[in-house]
Each structure stands twice: as structure tokens, then as C-alpha cells.
């Protein structure tokens, strides 16, 4: 239970027995007496807090109660505190109009009678405290009424049984073009299509205390809008708040144009990747058989008719197996980058310093004697440790080839962190690039080294650029004509590095 806040009664007085007599008669629980003894310290009292009732003296030296009176009654805050005037002397009538006309609501008379003193205060206590409550049930609903006017959805009133508008907020117009006078006692169904209609009939059939539902409205220039209704439904009517939601149906529907749009492609690519599929097994099967009988007849006739050869013949056949040998790794690499774009990847820890141990190993068998390789500390991430080998199987392979030519081939690994990333190289002493042709590295077939200068079939790049950009990486390098080249992949980075 709201515990009832005290009336605060000021009592303003020259006299102290007068003070401490009225004290005594109106002393009771809920009330809080303050005493002023002159106009001054009234006015201070008064000004400064909120005070329910005003009992004052009329006759004060300096400022007399009038005075107080009339200051009071002009200052807003105080303008509507109700004064009772107590007077010992002055009951001429001309005195007590003085009285009234500056703001008095009652007059006490010396010597006071404490039930009509007592009665007179209850009674004025009460009517201040309505006074009061009037007040701020009025502000109360103003404050709704500009809440609910200036909201941008629809909030009304409507009767259960007839469908019309008893109460509609201002939102009536920018929804739907008609002002809130014009939807008032005209009925919702006539706003809606058949379909509508029929959906709202149908909800009314049985009594619920809430409900939802959407409808197609009409507005007064004959545009759709879809409208979102909540309603709560007491005593006859329903309190009703309706939201445009057109746009989100627009949306709504467009995302599910592109959500078919999307199944009907993810179709056609399975469809084409059955296709290519079927492709790459013709590929590899029907242009490998040719090729090995290319290979297979060229050397048997070497072998049985070597003796017959002169140099140029034996120089012939050697270029035709060379040949047939590079076609056969070109189907390989091509097939190889194919089934790069179609395969799914893994992600688990993966830790590069164990992982280049065996490939370093292997590759360095096919590299001159004298080639160098430092490899630094290569920080963990995740990522598919298959695809990730055939990074640096690619990559350390092509550092190898391309520095092959020089004195002291030098190569080296290394990594570096930055921000969210890890930046991972392989470095290189040997023939370098020029930078105006770095766009071209790591395209399919894209070579800046002709296959006299250095073997290879121009997909390895490639391969590498499409395994790190599954893993959510890129790929770049740096490099000059005969400096050497470094070529970078970076990984986003995990926060259970190894």
C-alpha cells in the first residue's frame, strides 16, 4: 500500500501563543506544521517548498498579511495554495473583500473555535489534495494523448461488433491519407479487401483477449498498404494498434525472389560441376591414353633402331618424349587446379614448423648442393594441413628452381604477425621479376620466365592463390630481375595459436 505523503501546513503568525494554539488544535498524523512569524520568512518558506495550506495572520507589523497575500498569489508556484486568513479584529466587510480579493479561500476568527478551525482545514486539506490529483491526472493525459498522436502507428478504438472507429490518433493520415475526423465512426472493413474483410470476420467469430493479424489496406489515393495489427479486446471494443509494415513485405519477398534465384543457381552449379567433372575424367583419361603411346612408341623405336639414328633423328625423338612428358604434367597441374576449386577444406591446428620439416626434406634432394635454406619460427593457425603443404610445396619448389642458376642459392622461410592476421614468406636469391608484371603470377598458365630459361607449366601460382583464398587469405609477392623474389600468403589468426 502507497503510503499518503503529509500535508505540509504553513502557519504564519507574529504571536508565538498563537502559533503554539493552533498547533495544538490541528496537530495529527499526516500533517507537518511549519511556523513563520512575519512576512518575510514566510515568503521564504513558501517559495522554497511545497506547502498544502496556508494559515495567516492579517495583522503583522511591517508586512501585513495582504501583502503576503498578494505575492504569494502572483508567483506561480504558489498562485493556486489555498490562504485562510485569521483576524482578531477586522470582520468589516469592506476588510473581508480586501481579503478574498487577494486570494483567501476562508477567514478564522479570534479567539478561535478549534471544531470549526479543525473543520475548515480538513475540508480545504481535501479539496487542494483533489485540487491536486485533478492537476495531474489532466497532465497525465496530455502527455498520452501527445504520446499516442505523434506515434508512427496507427492506435485507435474500435468497436468489436460494428468494425467502426470510436477513437483514431493523427498517424491515420501519413498511413493511410485520411485525417483522424474522417476514419472516426467509419468501419476498418471498409478500408480492406474481400480477403480482409473476411479475416477480420473471421477473428471476431470467437472472443479472444489478444490477438494479431495482417491485412492488405487501401489509402485514400487507392495505394496497398500492408498493416500489422495488435489487438487487446475488453468490454466491446478493441484497443488497436496497426503498423505499416509494407516495406518489410517488400523486403520479404524480395529476399525470397533471391533466395529461389540463388537455389535455381546453386542448381545449375552442381549441374556444371557434374559437367566438369565429367570433363576432367575425359581429360584425364582420354588425352593421357594418346599421350602414353606418343611416349610409349617414340622411345621403342629409340631403343630398337637406335644405331640407325643420326644425331638429329635421336635429337627429334628426345624433343617429341619432352613434349609428350610436358603435356602429360600440364593435363596433371590443370586437373589439379580443378579439383582445388571444388574441394572443401578442414580447419584444425596446424603447426608450419612441423609441417615444412618433410617437405623441406624432400624437395632439397632435387635442389643444387649447395642451396641454403633457413627456415624461422612459423606461428600456428588452423587450416587444412593437406592444402597448406601444397603451399609451401609450390612455393619452396619454385624458390628452388628460380634460384637454381645462381652461385649460392639462398632461401628462406619466415612469418610475422599484424593485427588479426599472420603473414607467412618464402624468400629467394634467384631471377627475381619485374613488378610491372606481378598481376600476371598467379594466373592459370601465366608464366615471366620462358620454359627455356625454367621448366614448369605456369599453375603452381595459381594453386597456391585458390587454397589460400578458401582459407580466407591472400596472396602477393615482391620482387626484382635477378634480386630474387619473396612471396607472401597471410591466414586469418586464431587465438589458440600453437
Same mark, same amino acid.
Given at each position: 500500500?502507497?503510503?499518503?505523503?503529509?500535508?505540509?501546513?504553513?502557519?504564519?503568525?507574529?504571536?508565538?501563543?498563537?502559533?503554539y &494554539?493552533?498547533?495544538?488544535?490541528?496537530?495529527?498524523?499526516?500533517?507537518?506544521?511549519?511556523?513563520?512569524?512575519?512576512?518575510?520568512?514566510?515568503?521564504?518558506?513558501?517559495?522554497?517548498?511545497?506547502?498544502?495550506?496556508?494559515?495567516?495572520?492579517?495583522?503583522?507589523?511591517?508586512?501585513?498579511?495582504?501583502?503576503?497575500?498578494?505575492?504569494?498569489?502572483? *508567483?506561480?508556484?504558489?498562485?493556486?495554495?489555498?490562504?485562510?486568513?485569521?483576524?482578531?479584529?477586522?470582520?468589516?466587510?469592506?476588510?473581508?473583500?480586501?481579503?478574498?480579493?487577494?486570494?483567501?479561500?476562508?477567514?478564522?476568527?479570534?479567539?478561535l473555535? %478549534?471544531?470549526?478551525?479543525?473543520?475548515?482545514?480538513?475540508?480545504?486539506?481535501q479539496?487542494?489534495?483533489?485540487?491536486?490529483?485533478?492537476?495531474?491526472?489532466?497532465?497525465?493525459?496530455?502527455?498520452? &494523448?501527445?504520446?499516442?498522436?505523434?506515434?508512427?502507428?496507427?492506435?485507435c478504438?474500435?468497436?468489436?461488433?460494428?468494425?467502426?472507429?470510436?477513437?483514431? *490518433?493523427?498517424?491515420?493520415?501519413?498511413?493511410?491519407?485520411?485525417?483522424?475526423?474522417?476514419?472516426?465512426?467509419?468501419?476498418?472493413? +471498409?478500408?480492406?479487401?474481400?480477403?480482409?474483410?473476411?479475416?477480420?470476420?473471421e477473428?471476431?467469430?470467437?472472443?479472444?483477449?489478444?490477438?494479431?493479424?495482417?491485412?492488405?489496406?487501401?489509402?485514400?489515393?487507392?495505394?496497398?498498404?500492408?498493416?500489422?495489427?495488435?489487438?487487446?479486446?475488453?468490454?466491446?471494443?478493441?484497443?488497436?494498434?496497426?503498423?505499416?509494415?509494407?516495406?518489410?513485405?517488400?523486403?520479404?519477398?524480395?529476399?525470397?525472389?533471391? *533466395?529461389?534465384?540463388?537455389?535455381?543457381?546453386?542448381?545449375?552449379?552442381?549441374?556444371?560441376?557434374?559437367?566438369?567433372?565429367?570433363?576432367?575424367?575425359?581429360?584425364?583419361?582420354?588425352?593421357?591414353?594418346?599421350?602414353?603411346?606418343?611416349n610409349?612408341?617414340?622411345?621403342?623405336?629409340?631403343?630398337?633402331?637406335?644405331?640407325?639414328?643420326?644425331?638429329?633423328?635421336?635429337?627429334?625423338? *628426345?624433343?617429341?618424349?619432352?613434349?609428350?612428358?610436358?603435356?602429360?604434367?600440364?593435363? +596433371?597441374?590443370?586437373? &589439379?587446379?580443378?579439383?582445388?576449386?571444388?574441394?572443401?577444406?578442414?580447419?584444425?591446428?596446424?603447426?608450419?614448423?612441423?609441417l615444412?620439416?618433410?617437405?623441406?626434406?624432400?624437395?632439397?634432394?632435387?635442389?643444387?648442393?649447395?642451396?641454403?635454406?633457413?627456415?624461422?619460427?612459423? %606461428?600456428?593457425?588452423?587450416?587444412?594441413?593437406?592444402?597448406?603443404?601444397?603451399?609451401?610445396i609450390?612455393?619452396?619448389?619454385?624458390?628452388?628452381?628460380?634460384?637454381?642458376?645462381?652461385?649460392?642459392?639462398?632461401?628462406?622461410?619466415? &612469418?610475422?604477425e599484424?593485427?588479426?592476421?599472420?603473414?607467412?614468406?618464402?624468400? +629467394?636469391?634467384?631471377?627475381?621479376?619485374?613488378?610491372?608484371?606481378?598481376?600476371?603470377?598467379?594466373?592459370?598458365?601465366?608464366r615471366?620466365?620462358?620454359? +627455356?630459361?625454367?621448366?614448369?607449366?605456369?599453375?603452381?601460382?595459381?594453386?597456391?592463390?585458390?587454397?589460400?583464398?578458401?582459407?580466407?587469405?591472400?596472396?602477393?609477392?615482391?620482387?626484382?630481375?635477378?634480386?630474387?623474389?619473396?612471396?607472401?600468403?597471410?591466414?586469418?589468426?586464431?587465438?589458440?595459436d600453437?
Amino acid at each position: 500500500m502507497v503510503k499518503q505523503p503529509e500535508d505540509q501546513i504553513l502557519i504564519v503568525d507574529d504571536k508565538v501563543n498563537n502559533i503554539y &494554539a493552533l498547533e495544538q488544535i490541528l496537530g495529527q498524523p499526516g500533517r507537518n506544521l511549519i511556523s513563520a512569524t512575519n512576512g518575510n520568512e514566510a515568503l521564504k518558506v513558501a517559495l522554497s517548498q511545497e506547502i498544502d495550506l496556508i494559515i495567516l495572520d492579517v495583522q503583522m507589523p511591517g508586512m501585513d498579511g495582504f501583502e503576503v497575500a498578494q505575492i504569494l498569489k502572483s *508567483n506561480k508556484r504558489t498562485s493556486e495554495t489555498p490562504i485562510i486568513f485569521v483576524t482578531a479584529e477586522l470582520k468589516e466587510h469592506r476588510f473581508v473583500m480586501k481579503g478574498f480579493e487577494e486570494g483567501a479561500i476562508d477567514y478564522l476568527y479570534k479567539p478561535l473555535n %478549534p471544531d470549526i478551525t479543525e473543520a475548515k482545514v480538513s475540508v480545504l486539506l481535501q479539496l487542494h489534495r483533489q485540487q491536486r490529483e485533478l492537476i495531474e491526472k489532466n497532465q497525465a493525459l496530455e502527455n498520452y &494523448a501527445l504520446l499516442i498522436n505523434n506515434s508512427a502507428d496507427l492506435i485507435c478504438i474500435i468497436n468489436a461488433e460494428t468494425y467502426r472507429f470510436e477513437e483514431v *490518433n493523427d498517424a491515420a493520415f501519413p498511413l493511410l491519407g485520411y485525417s483522424a475526423q474522417e476514419m472516426k465512426n467509419a468501419s476498418l472493413l +471498409d478500408y480492406l479487401s474481400e480477403e480482409g474483410q473476411a479475416k477480420v470476420k473471421e477473428l471476431a467469430c470467437v472472443y479472444q483477449p489478444s490477438f494479431s493479424f495482417e491485412v492488405l489496406m487501401f489509402t485514400k489515393n487507392g495505394e496497398h498498404r500492408y498493416v500489422s495489427w495488435n489487438i487487446v479486446h475488453k468490454h466491446s471494443l478493441w484497443f488497436a494498434n496497426g503498423r505499416d509494415i509494407t516495406r518489410q513485405k517488400k523486403a520479404d519477398f524480395e529476399i525470397k525472389q533471391l *533466395n529461389l534465384n540463388l537455389e535455381r543457381n546453386i542448381s545449375q552449379l552442381q549441374l556444371t560441376n557434374k559437367e566438369l567433372e565429367s570433363f576432367s575424367y575425359s581429360v584425364s583419361h582420354d588425352l593421357r591414353a594418346p599421350l602414353r603411346s606418343i611416349n610409349g612408341y617414340a622411345q621403342m623405336i629409340q631403343d630398337d633402331h637406335a644405331q640407325s639414328f643420326n644425331e638429329e633423328a635421336t635429337r627429334m625423338f *628426345n624433343v617429341i618424349r619432352k613434349n609428350a612428358t610436358k603435356m602429360g604434367n600440364l593435363i +596433371d597441374d590443370l586437373l &589439379a587446379f580443378s579439383r582445388m576449386g571444388r574441394k572443401e577444406i578442414s580447419r584444425v591446428p596446424v603447426n608450419f614448423n612441423k609441417l615444412v620439416e618433410p617437405i623441406i626434406a624432400d624437395l632439397r634432394q632435387a635442389a643444387p648442393v649447395n642451396t641454403t635454406i633457413t627456415v624461422h619460427p612459423l %606461428p600456428g593457425t588452423q587450416g587444412d594441413p593437406s592444402l597448406l603443404s601444397q603451399v609451401y610445396i609450390n612455393l619452396i619448389s619454385n624458390a628452388i628452381k628460380y634460384s637454381s642458376k645462381k652461385e649460392r642459392p639462398v632461401i628462406e622461410l619466415g &612469418a610475422a604477425e599484424k593485427d588479426d592476421e599472420l603473414v607467412y614468406y618464402v624468400k +629467394d636469391n634467384g631471377a627475381g621479376f619485374d613488378m610491372q608484371y606481378a598481376h600476371k603470377l598467379f594466373g592459370v598458365f601465366q608464366r615471366l620466365h620462358g620454359s +627455356d630459361e625454367f621448366e614448369g607449366t605456369g599453375v603452381g601460382l595459381a594453386i597456391v592463390q585458390r587454397i589460400i583464398v578458401k582459407h580466407g587469405g591472400k596472396v602477393w609477392a615482391e620482387g626484382k630481375p635477378d634480386e630474387g623474389a619473396t612471396f607472401y600468403f597471410s591466414l586469418p589468426r586464431t587465438y589458440n595459436d600453437l
